[in-house]
């Protein structure tokens, strides 16, 4: 099992900055990707970045504002969120994967952090 706990969320101004934290914990160390997904209000959710095997993959929306990061031990993930735009107003998840050869995958998430962008 891994747990995952964000935290990093907040009201900002349009143009501004965030920095959201995902601490993992538990079974992290066979984990296949790691990344961030997000929700907004009535919308269904959706990728933003994620980290499988070494590379990093972004949403077209967040290409040259989000940096995603982690650290070697998949305990820590970060997400870099700059130039922000009213848009970006959701609730942010971290998520994690597991492959399973000849089973189903794992899938984990965290509990979210509200990002809020005053226009």
């Known amino acids: 099992q891994v747990q995952l706990m964000e935290s990093g969320g907040g009201l900002v101004e349009t143009g501004g900055s965030l920095k959201l934290r995902c601490i993992a914990s538990?079974?992290?160390?066979?984990?296949?990707?790691i990344g961030w997904y997000r929700q907004a209000h009535g919308k269904e959710r959706e990728l933003v970045a994620i980290?499988?095997?070494?590379?990093?993959k972004y949403a077209d929306f967040a290409k040259d504002r989000f940096t995603i990061s982690r650290d070697r031990d998949l305990t820590l993930m970060y997400l870099n969120l700059n130039s922000l735009k009213a848009e970006d107003t959701a609730v942010y998840f971290c998520?994690?994967?597991?492959?399973?050869?000849?089973?189903?995958?794992?899938?984990?998430w965290g509990q979210g952090t509200q990002v809020t962008v005053s226009s």
């Open positions: 980290i499988t095997d070494g590379r990093s």
């Open positions: 998520y994690a994967e597991r492959t399973i050869p000849d089973g189903p995958d794992d899938h984990y």
């Open positions: 538990g079974n992290t160390r066979s984990l296949t990707s």
